[in-house]
């Protein structure tokens, strides 16, 4: 039994449970996970015993829990600094910050319209404000991986929470076909065939559950 054990939603619908699982494997850990189905009868009562805010992600570690996607980076930033889940630069670390804040909390649109649903492909019109969400995030990776290029091939050379916070949304972009520019599309292909990331989508694809489409 490992020290920490993670408490997700289903790997398909989840894109939450999906960024501090990818931090986690990120820093060589041995760690326990469990699913807990959504959008059953019981999934509320089931994720309440684990997590007081009744949501998904939680992280136990020992008697501590932490809950919250971006909290629970946060705390694995610190108990494994290591894993240089943060960039070490001040000015860049602010800057992977900001952009994972702005991700945790904005486009709402994008969301909406293009909820995670990693093992399907669908065509569908994007609005003019999930447009708005879309040419932002291409914006933000254009900008990061032009100012990082030399150091590797994230978003600040070396992978790092901002990554972690984006990578549902390229799932998003591969579902439905959505076009890119060429330096966001590189980036997006970086993350897809990034071995953690490839792990989660075939679990993904293995799952039994089906639930109506919903942001997790």
Same mark, same amino acid.
């Given at each position: 039994?490992a020290d920490l ?81 943060? $960039? ?5 670390? *602010?800057? %992977?910050?900001? =952009?994972? /804040? ?6 709402? @649109? ?68 959505? $076009?890119?520019?060429e330096l966001a599309? *590189?980036? %997006?292909?970086? =993350?897809? /065939? ?6 989660? @989508? ?9 639930i109506a489409e919903?942001?997790?």
């Amino acid at each position: 039994m490992a020290d920490l054990t993670i408490y997700l939603g289903n790997k398909n619908y989840s894109s939450w449970s999906l960024r501090p699982w990818l931090a986690l494997k990120q820093t060589g850990a041995a760690f326990d996970e469990v699913v807990i189905p959504l959008g059953e009868a019981t999934t509320r009562a089931t994720i309440l015993s684990y997590s007081p805010s009744g949501r998904v992600p939680a992280l136990k570690h020992g008697e501590l829990t932490v809950w919250d996607s971006l909290a629970i980076c946060e705390y694995l930033a610190e108990l494994f600094p290591e894993a240089r889940l943060w $960039p070490a630069d001040p000015s860049a670390r *602010a800057q %992977a910050r900001a =952009i994972s /804040a702005e991700m945790h909390s904005g486009f709402a @649109a994008l969301r909406s319209r293009f909820p995670l649903n990693i093992r399907s492909t669908f065509s569908r019109s994007i609005v003019p404000e999930a447009q708005a969400d879309i040419n932002r995030i291409s914006a933000i990776w254009i900008q990061c991986r032009t100012r990082h290029a030399e150091g590797g091939p994230f978003l600040f050379g070396h992978f790092t929470i901002a990554d972690a916070m984006f990578a549902p949304v390229v799932s998003r972009f591969r579902t439905y076909k959505i $076009p890119l520019e060429e330096l966001a599309q *590189a980036y %997006a292909d970086t =993350i897809w /065939a990034f071995p953690p990331m490839q792990e989660w @989508a075939t679990a993904a694809g293995n799952e039994p559950m089906i639930i109506a489409e919903a942001e997790f």
